[in-house]
């Protein structure tokens, strides 16, 4: 169908540790947005990849979207406390269907 | 520049009873969506308006939900009767629209409690 499934659910790492969610389409994506959202907070949009093979960076986010449009992923490296949140990847073109997003805690 | 604004913030009913949520996104976004998200999932979509037109609803439980647009700027949306499974957040965004900026500004939501 349309949904669009995430990977991990949950990760607890070290601060300093890197940190990468997936996120997996059975069909081809027109697009794919990544959102984060705070504890107790609101979704934020973070970046809309379009392009196939596309890469984005944003200081220690890159963002991915595989060849075939059916994949993306999100890595951070260096975890901070402040990246502490739900990730989600979102489908788009024409109405936004979320994923079940990867919920990321720190150890200080 | 102002944000989508939802009101009320927190709201606790009892089963069966009714509630009304309201959003006012950013001026100038066309379109409009209601999400529910309920505690661990990702946002659902309900329904979507373009203007004050239905883009999407196939995922509002139309017995018991309802949702408007009127003049293509504010939005109510609507539960009556409330079931005690409607216990979520229900999230309001806007944006420019498809073909033009997809990127979605959310409210800061509704968290409803049917007890």
């Known amino acids: 169908g349309q949904q669009v499934m995430q990977i991990p659910q949950y990760q607890h790492v070290q601060e300093g540790e890197d940190f990468t969610t997936y996120c997996n389409s059975s069909t081809t994506l027109s697009n794919i947005q990544w959102y984060k959202q705070r504890p107790g907070g609101h979704p934020v949009f973070l970046i809309q990849l379009v392009k196939s093979g596309e890469v984005k960076k944003q200081k220690r986010l890159t963002f991915q979207f595989g060849e075939a449009k059916k994949n993306s992923s999100l890595h951070i490296t260096a975890t901070q406390t402040t990246d502490v949140g739900t990730y989600f990847c979102?489908?788009?073109?024409?109405?936004?269907?979320f994923g079940s997003g990867t919920r990321l805690s720190i150890r200080p | 520049e102002a944000g989508v604004a939802q009101s009320p913030r927190y709201k606790i009913i009892e089963k069966r009873q009714s509630v009304a949520f309201w959003c006012n996104p950013i001026?100038?976004?066309?379109?409009l969506y209601w999400y529910q998200q309920i505690l661990g999932q990702g946002p659902k979509l309900l329904i979507q308006?373009?203007?004050?037109?239905?883009?999407?609803d196939s995922q509002l439980p139309k017995d018991r939900f309802s949702a408007e647009r009127l003049k293509g700027v504010d939005s109510t949306l609507k539960i009556q009767p409330a079931k005690l499974e409607d216990s979520a957040v229900y999230l309001c965004?806007?944006?420019?629209?498809?073909?033009?900026?997809?990127?979605?500004?959310f409210g800061s939501g509704t968290q409803l409690s049917v007890l």
């Open positions: 965004a806007s944006s420019l629209g498809f073909e033009v900026d997809e990127k979605l500004f």
């Open positions: 308006f373009q203007n004050n037109g239905v883009v999407d």
């Open positions: 001026s100038g976004h066309a379109t």
């Open positions: 979102a489908r788009g073109a024409s109405k936004i269907i």
